[in-house]
């Protein structure tokens, strides 16, 4: 055990969902860890649970969502902390940007205002000027030209890649320990994705952010992350550092996900992808959650949920994880 | 921009043009006798006196001539002399409109203030208590008809309550202050007369209110459903994610996006309020246009009646073109396209 406790670490997460009293659970019981300076990717088909989890974990879930758990940021409880309190963290210890970066700034106010703002929401003795001076800096910063200029302009006067610049500058505003990314790239053009993974890169490693970064895109983490937490219907399904899940992943979702990375270097025919659709909410199969698309599942994956099994530093959920069964292909 | 206020600038005078013309044809094709205005019924049959009374008012020329010297006479300024005040229109109009205006004003005002709030309130606190009072009030008001909201609020609060006058724009034994605007707030303070300000806020409350409550629940509605949709908005959850709070988020985030759509609401209410204006000066002696109007319509006093109908275009027409031209300064994609 070091002597500090870690950046941010989730223990148990669950978010639910009420429907005529009814709850179904979106995210079930998810334990995550991050430290200090690390980039923790998480992947997931659409629906498994990745927003919904991170904005409960800052108290940003949707009305009427029940959440449960556990959430340590630097050790500090955050689940049930007051409104005031968490406030308070957002936006300037923790950070989180989002899928479309159109959608995501205000359409009626200057960039430079929307960024002043974050800034002096938490430096409130600051004056508007020097909370633009700072804003122009922080464009910079993100490697938009003439910042000057943009800071007066509005969002839709900017690119889609642009804009996600816009949005990162004003989530490293207040110089976080955590920045929570979901999504960054799905919105925009491939050869856009890129520079703007380059430029979150770059800021990660200038500014020492904890990272966390929520894809669909498994390829993507490749070059990025530390550590990766597949997700599966609201829970994690395997965890482990980079090289590790690549060179031996242990749950045959996470092998799904590798085989469907797009090559870029080899023509293939057909892009392989897994068959079927992942469980609407409240709708589990009995068993192992994933046996329906499972291509190696057996009679005890629909009769029991499988254990989390264990190598050093890596976890998977899976009855026959780290050890294929006899009869599979 | 400049370019398309500009456009609307040159319509302008062409619209005009066409509301005098229609108000004039409308006037001359109803089948009242306007000389029975004029003329009292025993000198009816004295045909001297007729004849003198037609040739005075133009009442024998044909239609086109009317017309002509009528659109000639306005472009001086002229819009003929009333049958009944035997004052000249223009001179009536001008005396009248600013008590309307200030009025309408005051109700636009009213009816706006009451209806952002309760469209904010019944969108943040959706499907609650609040949502469902916010909504009853707002149908209250504008299901409730003007007249009789009117003298049951006059009943109330002035006759049974004493808390507020009775009908009129001014204490009925107050010396009224010099006319400079009309507008009975600004001329009591240029006056530098504080007390008859106060007494004239005082009497602007209750038909105000009563013609506010009418215009709020359109724009209450409106407001709520827009401020649904923004709230929804992934932008509401970046001001969240930058540790806003929620009365920033609200105000600075989502109303202010919801701007363009209420302003251009309360602009168009304008023209309901200007209708609801005449039953409500009826009930509160409040001697604008709508009264006038009213006698205007009964005493079959055709100059004032076209008079009064193109003045209540023509502010039509401008309330149009200034909530038109705020729709595009407020709104920085148009601005700017
Ligand atoms: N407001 C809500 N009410 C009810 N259910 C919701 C609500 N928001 C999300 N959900 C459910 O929670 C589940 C998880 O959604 P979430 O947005 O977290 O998925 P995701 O992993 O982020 O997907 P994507 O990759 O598409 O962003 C979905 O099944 C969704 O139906
Ligand atoms: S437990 Fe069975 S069904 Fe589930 S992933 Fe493992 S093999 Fe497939
Ligand atoms: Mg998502």
């Not at chain 1, 490749?222 to 597949?230: E, K, L, N, T, Y």
Request: charged fraction near 20%; hydrophobic fraction near 50%; glycine fraction near 8%.
């Amino acid at each position: 055990m070091s002597a500090h406790p870690p950046l941010f670490e989730v223990r148990d997460l669950r978010v639910a969902f009420g429907r005529n009293g009814f709850y179904s659970e979106a995210v079930r019981g998810v334990s995550l860890q991050v430290d200090h300076g690390e980039v923790l990717g998480i992947v997931g088909e659409s629906g498994s649970g990745k927003s919904v989890g991170m904005l409960a974990a800052l108290g940003l879930q949707p009305e009427g969502a029940r959440v449960t758990g556990s959430v340590k940021f630097k050790g500090r409880e955050l689940v049930g902390l007051p409104r005031r309190e968490l406030r308070a963290l957002r936006g300037a210890r923790i950070a989180m940007i989002f899928q479309d970066p159109l959608s995501s700034l205000n359409p009626v106010m200057t960039v430079g205002a929307q960024i002043a703002e974050a800034v002096r929401l938490h430096n409130p003795d600051l004056s508007k000027r020097a909370a633009l001076d700072r804003a122009k800096d922080l464009l910079a910063l993100v490697t938009i030209p003439q910042p000057d200029r943009r800071l007066q302009q509005y969002p839709h006067e900017f690119s889609g890649g642009m804009r996600q610049r816009v949005m990162i500058a004003m989530a490293v505003a207040n110089d976080p320990d955590l920045l929570i990314a979901d999504e960054p790239t799905t919105a925009l053009d491939v050869t856009v994705q890129a520079q703007i993974m380059e430029v979150l890169a770059d800021l990660q490693a200038r500014l020492k952010l904890g990272l966390i970064l929520i894809t669909h895109d498994l390829g993507v983490l490749a070059g990025h992350a530390d550590r990766v937490a597949v997700v599966y219907a609201g829970q994690v399904v395997e965890q482990a550092g980079v090289d590790d899940l690549f060179a031996r992943p242990g749950h045959p979702y996470t092998r799904g996900l590798i085989a469907s990375i797009p090559d870029m270097t080899v023509e293939k025919d057909r892009l392989f992808s897994i068959d079927g659709t992942p469980p609407a909410l409240g709708r589990l199969p009995e068993g192992c959650p994933f046996n329906p698309r499972c291509v190696v599942a057996q009679d005890i994956c629909r009769r029991e949920t499988p254990p989390v099994r264990h190598l050093p530093d890596h976890s998977a959920a899976c009855h026959f994880a780290f050890s294929a069964p006899e009869s599979a292909a | 921009m400049t370019r398309y206020i500009l456009r609307r600038l040159i319509a302008m005078p062409f619209l005009v043009l066409g509301i005098v013309t229609l108000a004039f044809l409308l006037t001359s094709v109803t089948k009242g006798d306007p000389l029975t205005a004029i003329v009292s019924d025993r000198q009816m049959n004295n045909p001297e006196i007729v004849a003198a009374a037609k040739a005075k008012w133009g009442l024998d020329r044909s239609l086109p001539e009317r017309y002509v010297i009528y659109v000639g006479n306005l472009l001086t300024g002229d819009m003929g002399t009333s049958f009944i005040t035997r004052r000249p229109v223009a001179q009536d109009v001008l005396y009248r409109l600013p008590a309307t205006m200030e009025l309408v004003m005051a109700a636009m005002v009213v009816g706006a203030t009451i209806g952002i709030s309760l469209g904010v309130l019944a969108a943040y606190f959706r499907n609650t208590v609040i949502d469902h009072a916010a909504r009853v009030f707002a149908l209250f008001g504008s299901s409730i008809p003007v007249f009789w909201l009117g003298l049951a609020l006059l009943y109330v609060f002035s006759v049974q309550w004493g808390v507020l006058p009775g009908p009129g724009r001014l204490d009925a034994r107050a010396t009224p202050p010099p006319l400079v605007t009309g507008f009975m707030t600004i001329d009591t303070l240029l006056a530098g007369n504080l007390r008859l300000f106060l007494d004239a806020v005082w009497h602007l409350i209750l038909p105000a209110f009563v013609l506010g409550w009418a215009v709020a629940g359109t724009i209450s509605r409106l407001v709520r459903a827009n401020m649904l949709e923004i709230l929804s908005r992934e932008f509401i959850l970046t001001a969240r994610a930058k540790g806003a709070g929620e009365f920033r988020v609200v105000i600075r985030h989502a109303l202010r996006n919801t701007m363009v759509p209420t302003l251009t609401v309360i602009g168009y209410s304008f023209a309901y309020l200007l209708t609801g204006a005449v039953l409500t000066e009826t009930i509160f002696s409040w001697p604008g246009m709508g009264s006038y109007a009213v006698d205007a319509a009964r005493g079959l006093d055709f100059p004032a009646i076209i008079g009064v109908t193109i003045v209540g275009g023509v502010v039509f027409l401008v309330t149009n073109l200034l909530t038109d031209i705020a729709y595009v300064v407020a709104n920085p994609r148009v601005r700017l396209g």
